[in-house]
């Protein structure tokens, strides 16, 4: 029987443990700085709009004057850009996501259409700006309305959308689908009642995220042409309107000290809705997700 000998392998492992404390070291080192970045940008982020921040603020129109501006009419045009996203970007990416899953074969033409999905999820924003810009704004001279931007963004997180519905259906263990057929269900039977209940929640966790990159981009809207400055509400999709980010981008372009502390609130706003939507996302997958 061979003996081992225990200072060789001692002597062995040394290195190994050593460079794991190192690369342990490391990447603690960078998630500490991370979030030192992000503290110190929060904090300069309150300090300078929680002077701005209140009902008042929350319930004014844009104005010219500083004290006299609120976010009223930004926070208004993006909830209704969310009612547009949301429905169309849900319905088209589930569906693609389904089809693909289940109904589609798996050949070079689904390989090809899967690839490309995947590389317009990292594909920058103002291209599809330029999009939507070419198509709804000048083709469909649909303008800057709330359909256009609305039809815009859906193509920017749409590709997201795909990608993670279809994480969730393929995470669905296969027995489920088996032992619904040998119970005599037809596939879509079997899509709805089995597969859609367990995927449903990494889906919606999917699509919470990608409708929260919605609402904090920028560069499409800027290349949409949506106004800066805009005192009215919308009164249906097609009508002109501007959201939080235009209205942030606007007041930082202001030279006076005031724009910039408007700038700063309009961001705590911004920052209150995006926290709120992921927490959703947060409670939907620790609530909803079952064990297979």
């Known amino acids: 029987m061979k ?15 050593y460079l794991n404390i190192i690369f342990k070291r490391i990447f603690l080192l960078a998630t500490l700085f991370s ?18 921040f209140d009902w008042q603020f929350l319930n004014s129109l844009p104005s010219r004057k500083a004290e006299d501006a609120g976010v ?7 909830i209704w850009l969310m009612f547009v996203v949301a429905p169309i970007s849900l319905f088209l990416g589930v569906g693609t996501a389904i089809y693909l899953e289940e109904y589609a074969m798996k050949n070079r033409l689904t390989a090809f259409i899967q690839i490309n999905i995947s590389n317009l999820a990292g594909v920058p924003s103002i291209v599809f700006g330029l999009l939507g810009l070419t198509v709804f704004v000048r083709a469909l001279a649909l303008g800057t309305s709330v359909l256009a931007a609305g039809l815009t963004m859906s193509l920017l997180i749409l590709p997201v959308i795909i ?12 027995e489920l689908r088996e032992a619904s057929f040998g119970m005599g269900a037809t596939k879509w039977q079997t899509i709805v009642r089995v597969v859609m209940p367990a995927a449903i929640p990494g889906i ?8 929260s990159r919605a609402i904090g981009e920028t560069a499409p809207l800027v290349v949409l ?13 097609l009508d002109t309107f501007t959201v939080l980010p235009m209205q942030i981008y606007n007041w930082t372009g202001r030279p006076q000290a005031e724009f910039q502390e408007l700038a700063a609130a309009g961001i ?11 927490s959703i996302a947060v409670l939907i997958r620790n609530k909803f997700q079952k064990k297979f």
């Open 268 to 278: 705590m706003v911004l920052l209150i809705l995006l926290i709120g939507m992921n």
């Open 35 to 52: 979030l030192l970045v992000l503290g110190i940008l929060l904090y300069r982020i309150v300090t300078q709009g929680v002077h701005y």
């Open 72 to 78: 009223y009419t930004a926070l208004n045009g993006t």
């Open 225 to 237: 042409g949506l106004p800066l400055f805009l005192p009215f509400l919308p009164n249906s999709v």
């Open 204 to 211: 919606l966790t999917g699509v919470i995220l990608a409708l």
């Open 163 to 174: 990608v993670a519905s279809q994480e969730a259906i393929r995470s669905v263990p296969k």
């Open 3 to 17: 003996l081992i000998d225990h200072s060789r392998v001692t002597a062995k492992m040394t290195p190994r443990i």
